[in-house]
């Protein structure tokens, strides 16, 4: 069982930075890979970016690729995602998430644990 804390999320000018953060509650962070996930009104939820627990390879949607970063602490139990040249499209719900195999998939269905969310907000 794992726990999912998301922060970090607000308001912010086309063009800023966020920085997001999800704290676990796990005692074996490190052994899981751990995604980022976002979700606007109206549409589906969609992968943003996901790192491995073990490599720390990562995998980014084409949409947000070159502009966010995925990272993570183990000894903070901490996923991080850096978000730069915001653009109004970014607005969304952002859902960190875990699951306990190896790669960083980008299926929303392979997560096993979702936080509740963190509401990014990008004016134009």
């Known amino acids: 069982q794992v726990q999912l804390v998301e922060s970090g999320g607000g308001l912010v000018q086309a063009g800023g930075s966020l920085r997001l953060s999800c704290a676990a509650s796990?005692?074996?962070?490190?052994?899981?890979?751990m995604g980022w996930f976002r979700q606007a009104p109206g549409k589906e939820r969609e992968f943003v970016a996901a790192?491995?627990?073990?490599?720390?390879?990562?995998n980014y949607a084409d949409a947000v690729k070159g502009r966010f970063t995925i990272s993570r602490d183990n000894a903070k139990n901490t996923l991080y995602l850096q978000m730069n040249s915001l653009k109004s499209e970014d607005t969304a719900v952002y859902y960190c998430?875990?699951?306990?195999?190896?790669?960083?998939?980008?299926?929303?269905?392979?997560?096993?644990?979702w936080g509740q969310g963190t509401r990014v907000t990008v004016s134009s």
């Open positions: 998430a875990a699951r306990g195999g190896v790669f960083a998939r980008t299926n929303a269905d392979d997560y096993d644990y």
């Open positions: 796990t005692r074996t962070f490190s052994t899981y890979t």
């Open positions: 790192i491995s627990g073990n490599s720390g390879r990562t």
